[in-house]
T-cell receptor, first 116, second 116 residues
């Protein structure tokens, strides 16, 4: 069965703090893709990153970094030196070949509030 | 436009009425998805279209829900005899064709449906 778990429902930090959003996934496929999306108050889901199951290299993009560990089935997202504009709901998602046909399986999301 | 466009942005209807929600995908994207986002259930897959193939309706919650995609572009999600539990944000996404599991899905801003 496919499943994505984001155990942190809400996180509140003060600006400039670092924050890590956790994501744990379950799949029986050996080939799969993991995604992070950001949903600001405007409501539109914004794509942040895609990672395939064969690439365990961590990735850094500006203040964002992602840590993919197959051994623990985790794909965590860290924001360094958080800013108020980072306030949003963040979703981790899984897509594999055992599911429908590429539809995304989403976690429940983590609401991040960054206070000035 | 450059992104996925959904209309209306908000829809208020009375229980028992039918509603139609529209999605205009990114030009050139042959795959189109509908998702539902509600407080209790998070983001749920509803239906998937790929080119001229028969749609994958495995996520539709009941036979009151249907969707069509005309000319491989614009899609309409129809909910008949709306119920209060249908109140949610309905999100549309599109992606390039090909190996679907890896495709990045780009989302519209959604239609917020309120059933009174």
């Amino acid at each position: 069965a496919q499943k994505v778990t984001q155990a942190q429902t809400e996180i509140s930090v003060v600006e400039k703090e670092d924050v890590t959003l956790d994501c744990v996934y379950e799949t029986r496929d050996t080939t799969y893709y993991l995604f992070w999306y950001k949903q600001p108050p405007s409501g539109e889901l914004v794509f942040l990153i895609r990672r395939n199951s064969f690439d365990e290299q961590n990735e850094i993009s500006g203040r964002y970094s992602w840590n993919f560990q197959k051994s623990t089935s985790s794909f965590n997202f860290t924001i360094t030196a958080s800013q108020v504009v980072d306030s949003a709901v963040y979703f981790c998602a899984l897509s594999d070949y055992g599911g429908s046909q590429g539809n995304l399986i989403f976690g429940k999301g983590t609401k991040l509030s960054v206070k000035p | 436009g450059a992104g996925v466009s959904q209309s209306p942005s908000n829809k208020v209807t009375e229980k028992g009425k039918d509603v139609e929600l529209r999605c205009d995908p990114i030009s050139g994207h042959t795959a189109l998805y509908w998702y539902r986002q509600s407080l209790g259930q998070g983001l749920e897959f509803l239906i998937y279209f790929q080119g001229n193939s028969a749609p994958d309706k495995s996520g539709l919650p009941s036979d009151r829900f249907s969707a069509e995609r005309t000319g491989g572009s614009v899609s309409t999600l129809t909910i008949q005899r709306t119920q209060q539990e249908d109140s949610a944000v309905y999100l549309c996404a599109s992606s390039l064709s090909g190996t679907v599991a890896k495709n990045i899905q780009y989302f519209g801003a959604g239609t917020r449906l309120s059933v009174l």
